[in-house]
C-alpha cells in the first residue's frame, strides 16, 4: 500500500471508528461509505479498507449475513444496561417524540403564517392599491353625479315603445325575407344556373352576407 493510501485510510479509520460507537448498530461498507461520502469525501476503496483493519485490529467486529460483510461496534465496551435504565431510556424517548412532534406542530404552524405573509401586499404595495381605489371610486362617482342630473333619461312608456317598435320591424323583416326566398325558389326551379349565380346575376344581397342574423321574437 502506497504511503499517501495507508494515511488515507488512517485518518479515515477514526471517523469510522467514532462513527460506528455512536450508531452503535450494524452497517455494511456501502452504507458507510453512502452515510459518511457527503461530509467527509471517502473513497469505497479507503472505506471498505478501514473497516477491515478496524476488525483486524478488534476495535469493531465484522459478521458474514450472505454474501454482504456487516461491521458494527465491540459491544463489550458498552456499560451492561438493567431494566430500570431501560425503562429511563423508554420515559426520554416518549418526552423526546412528543417535543419533536410539538416542534413540528409549531413549524407547519410558522411555515403556514410565513407563507401568508410572502403572499401578502406589503405596505408600500398597499398604499399604491389604495390610492387606486380611491382614484376608480372618484371616477364612478362622478359617472353616477352625471347621470343623477342628466335631463335625457328615458322614461318606462318610451322604453315601451322602443321595444314594440323593434318586435313590429322585426315581423316585418321576417315576412318579406320568406316572400323573397319563397320567390326566389319558384324561379330557381326553371332556373339554370346556380342558387348563388342567380343572386349575383340579379344583384341580390342576402343577411348572411352582412353576418346579419333575425333577433329572437
Request: hydrophobic share 35%; with cysteine; proline share 3%.
Amino acid at each position: 500500500m502506497s504511503k499517501g493510501r495507508a494515511e488515507a485510510v488512517a485518518g479515515a479509520s477514526g471517523i469510522l471508528l467514532r462513527y460506528l460507537q455512536e450508531q452503535n448498530r450494524p452497517y455494511s461498507a456501502q452504507d458507510v461509505f453512502g452515510n459518511l461520502q457527503r461530509e467527509h469525501r471517502l473513497g469505497k476503496a479507503v472505506v471498505v479498507k478501514a473497516l477491515d483493519q478496524l476488525a483486524q485490529q478488534g476495535k469493531t467486529k465484522e459478521k458474514m449475513y450472505g454474501k454482504q460483510k456487516i461491521y458494527f461496534a465491540d459491544q463489550e465496551q458498552f456499560d451492561m444496561i438493567n431494566d430500570a435504565d431501560l425503562q429511563v431510556l423508554d420515559a426520554k424517548i416518549v418526552a423526546l417524540t412528543a417535543k419533536v412532534q410539538s416542534l413540528q406542530q409549531s413549524c407547519r404552524h410558522m411555515e403556514a403564517e410565513l407563507k401568508e405573509l410572502t403572499s401578502a401586499l406589503t405596505t408600500p404595495e398597499m398604499q399604491k392599491e389604495i390610492q387606486k381605489v380611491k382614484k376608480e371610486c372618484a371616477g364612478y362617482t362622478e359617472i353616477l353625479k352625471n347621470i343623477k342630473v342628466a335631463t335625457n333619461h328615458v322614461t318606462p312608456e318610451e322604453k315601451e315603445q322602443v321595444y314594440r317598435e323593434r318586435q313590429r320591424y322585426c315581423k316585418e323583416w321576417r315576412k318579406r325575407k320568406r316572400m323573397a326566398t319563397e320567390l326566389s325558389d319558384v324561379i330557381l326551379e326553371g332556373y339554370p344556373k346556380s342558387k348563388k349565380q342567380f343572386f349575383e346575376e340579379v344583384g341580390i344581397e342576402t343577411d348572411e352576407d352582412y353576418n346579419l342574423k333575425l333577433p329572437d321574437p
